[in-house]
Nanobody
Framework: QVQLVESGGGLVQAGGSLRLSCTAS????????MGWFRQAPGQERQFVAA???????KDYADSVKGRFTISRDNVRTVVLQMNNLKPEDTAVYSC????????????????????WGQGTQVTVSS
């Protein structure tokens, strides 16, 4: 089992940047495919970005492609770099860890992930 803690959220103006981190409290996240999701008030949790266990494969939602970048910072941390933020990016951002599967796998479904962090709020003002 792995415990995940997100950080880096906050309030930013449209066009600004934020760097979110997802850190495993006690264990490495290397064995897991990782993903970032977001949930705005009154909406379902939606996929944002994912990275394979090896880090060589990445996937992005169309709404963030070209603006957000997911990466493995070290053996315990996965980062979501968010640039050119828009008001519609406002949401609680959570990271998930997926056990098993192919070394090259990325996953978009919330039900594919086994562990979740508590989330960090991102607010983008216009």
């Amino acid at each position: 089992q792995v415990q995940l803690v997100e950080s880096g959220g906050g309030l930013v103006q449209a066009g600004g940047s934020l760097r979110l981190s997802c850190t495993a409290s006690e264990r490495t996240v290397s064995p897991y495919a990782m993903g970032w999701f977001r949930q705005a008030p009154g909406q379902e949790r939606q996929f944002v970005a994912a990275i394979s266990r090896g880090g060589g494969f990445k996937d992005y939602a169309d709404s963030v492609k070209g603006r957000f970048t997911i990466s493995r910072d070290n053996v315990r941390t996965v980062v979501l770099q968010m640039n050119n933020l828009k008001p519609e990016d406002t949401a609680v951002y959570s990271c998930g860890a997926k056990e098993g599967g192919s070394y090259y796998l990325t996953a978009r479904g919330t039900d594919e992930y086994d562990y979740w962090g508590q989330g960090t709020q991102v607010t983008v003002s216009s």
